[in-house]
């Protein structure tokens, strides 16, 4: 199957990396950065294009744009890797939209146009016969779109719990270990790369809301959005209140609900027993799944991450070569 | 598609109970116990059937058998849930071999045949374009299989390294935090439940062998049997040895490891920091999955159980629903 890549940030650039060593049979026919494109219907070279991407931050030819590549180039599934935007969901949205209707499959790691339109392009692409991968939206490298839809089938999930803020659980983690203010540890995450410059979506609690929304939609088919979640940040802890959940052999940690039966969703920052399985260490996130015949399943793995993410978009590659290639 | 299932202990009622209540679109077409089949192709009663095994303890007429089902009923899919034998496989062996020769999936949780024959077995699924659903084998509820084969696509795979024993973890759990004797901690599994009448094959690592092995030849199509194993038991664990590990903060779990790359497979009491991710109380299993891109993925969950078992069965049959029914 042939491939288009929107966005050459690590993410993109991880993707190329490993389609250029393994043997997956999947070919980049296009591929984009914010400036430039390169389409090759036979397979460009990615190994030359990556280079030149190095040498020059140019990937291609500058008078070619990401929306040649979606509406013109010849690929059966498109990559779209690009920044996110979780207020208009663009310009990644319309990359995807149009793809779509073009009959194409679409694998992202972008919440926005997730968590915002979800209903509406899923809605397309069943129009079309194709399917869009999302798994990298939530979670990272944990493979939580694949356990909910798969590996879980046939159970009744009666609620999803877990840490799904790698930026939260490093700041709450150095709080109670090295007894950090909170503003201490903010800006030890800033220094290591784990917050942004602007840290809101994190610290408020919102990338984790957007999380839940996205699964409620795509798993659940609820028709939610970000209003819908009760949401609390990890701005308002400090650090006596982490010391004296300790004293009684509990801690804090930024906490993800969501229950499928009624849409119920919170964001919130909770005592936990300090021995409880979701309570993970620095970035790592961790999601349970509570069901009816499986019991509880705990997944732990790292939320984030430019490789990591990579592996995502990746499993939902093969997973569309696998089982919805329609030439074979 | 229609299902014929073989073997109604708790795994086979449990999955004939959801198929009852659950509008899978799955249709029960034939069912035995070890006295007894009913076979009607339009789709048998199954809470009469239920019920009937309740009240007689047979399910249906004496004169048919598992054997006439597998090579005379209509069905798409067989679910093989007849008891183990995992020195000769049989009598699941014949069954699932038949089926599959008539071009059937199956779906099982029967470790002898799997353990000891999947690439045979793999080829003649391959053969005649049918696949072989085996989540139920390894880590019943926890979707290992799916995680290593889908989640993971895209990975390479370093270790495998986990609690693949629930009773193992049991009797050790048990001995650290009530420091009782080996002995003790066996006999209290054995009252509840969690060890067979004779546990040798949890105790000596067998079961946890059993499961790398079927994960190396399944998952990595790598030829390698029970003797490949380097394996060591529990029994020679000490209440002594245990304290000792814990005043360094450490504690002793029977571990199974699998390196795919080279086959090594090794079973064995370890060492680990007590808040390791890996140390789970009472019967649970989990598993750490190693790779290059997604690094570790952690899956926590219960091992073994009537209903976790048919959770597993019911994903492997969903899947195949969904992605393998040659009819849509």
């Given at each position: 199957?042939?491939?288009?890549?929107?966005?050459?940030?690590?993410?993109?650039?991880?993707?190329?990396?490993?389609?250029?060593?393994?043997?997956?049979?999947?070919?980049v026919t296009a591929v984009a950065d914010s400036k430039s494109a390169v389409i090759e219907s036979e397979g460009i070279d990615i190994k030359a294009i990556l280079a030149q991407k190095k040498d020059s931050g140019i990937c291609g030819d500058?008078?070619?744009?990401?929306?040649?590549?979606?509406?013109?180039?010849?690929?059966?599934?498109?990559?779209?890797?690009?920044?996110?935007?979780?207020?208009?969901?663009?310009?990644?949205?319309?990359?995807?939209?149009?793809?779509?209707?073009?009959?194409?499959?679409?694998?992202?790691?972008?919440?926005?146009?997730?968590?915002?339109?979800?209903?509406?392009?899923?809605?397309?692409?069943?129009?079309?016969?194709?399917?869009?991968?999302?798994?990298?939206?939530?979670?990272?490298?944990?493979?939580?779109?694949?356990?909910?839809?798969?590996?879980?089938?046939?159970?009744?999930?009666?609620?999803?719990?877990?840490?799904?803020?790698?930026?939260?659980?490093?700041?709450?983690?150095?709080?109670?270990?090295?007894?950090?203010?909170?503003?201490?540890?903010?800006?030890?995450?800033?220094?290591?790369?784990?917050?942004?410059?602007?840290?809101?979506?994190?610290?408020?609690?919102?990338?984790?809301?957007?999380?839940?929304?996205?699964?409620?939609?795509?798993?659940?088919?609820?028709?939610?959005?970000?209003?819908?979640?009760?949401?609390?940040?990890?701005?308002?802890?400090?650090?006596?209140a982490i010391a004296l959940a300790e004293e009684e052999d509990y801690t804090i940690r930024l906490i993800a609900e969501l229950i499928p039966a009624t849409g119920q969703m919170r964001v919130a920052p909770r005592l936990l027993p300090r021995?409880?399985?979701?309570?993970?260490?620095?970035?790592?996130?961790?999601?349970?799944?509570?069901?009816?015949?499986?019991?509880?399943?705990?997944?732990?793995?790292?939320?984030?991450?430019?490789?990591?993410?990579?592996?995502?978009?990746?499993?939902?590659?093969?997973?569309?070569?696998?089982?919805?290639?329609?030439?074979?």
């Amino acid at each position: 199957m042939k491939v288009a890549i929107l966005g050459l940030g690590a993410v993109g650039r991880g993707v190329l990396e490993v389609l250029a060593t393994q043997k997956t049979g999947l070919v980049v026919t296009a591929v984009a950065d914010s400036k430039s494109a390169v389409i090759e219907s036979e397979g460009i070279d990615i190994k030359a294009i990556l280079a030149q991407k190095k040498d020059s931050g140019i990937c291609g030819d500058l008078t070619l744009s990401a929306a040649d590549i979606v509406t013109t180039a010849d690929y059966d599934i498109l990559v779209e890797v690009t920044p996110t935007d979780v207020e208009t969901g663009e310009p990644a949205l319309s990359y995807i939209k149009e793809a779509l209707a073009r009959g194409k499959h679409v694998v992202t790691s972008n919440k926005g146009p997730i968590a915002l339109h979800y209903p509406e392009l899923s809605q397309i692409a069943s129009t079309k016969g194709v399917v869009i991968g999302f798994e990298a939206t939530v979670c990272g490298a944990i493979p939580i779109i694949q356990t909910l839809r798969h590996g879980l089938a046939g159970n009744d999930v009666r609620r999803v719990f877990g840490v799904l803020n790698g930026t939260c659980n490093y700041i709450l983690t150095r709080m109670a270990d090295e007894k950090l203010t909170y503003a201490q540890a903010l800006l030890e995450a800033r220094e290591l790369g784990y917050a942004e410059a602007d840290p809101t979506y994190d610290i408020k609690g919102i990338d984790a809301a957007i999380k839940l929304v996205i699964l409620a939609n795509a798993v659940w088919n609820l028709n939610v959005s970000l209003n819908d979640v009760d949401c609390a940040g990890i701005d308002q802890v400090t650090t006596e209140a982490i010391a004296l959940a300790e004293e009684e052999d509990y801690t804090i940690r930024l906490i993800a609900e969501l229950i499928p039966a009624t849409g119920q969703m919170r964001v919130a920052p909770r005592l936990l027993p300090r021995n409880h399985t979701l309570i993970v260490q620095h970035t790592l996130n961790a999601v349970a799944v509570e069901t009816d015949l499986a019991g509880d399943i705990t997944l732990i793995g790292k939320g984030a991450g430019s490789l990591e993410t990579a592996s995502a978009i990746l499993s939902d590659l093969i997973f569309i070569r696998d089982f919805y290639d329609r030439s074979t």
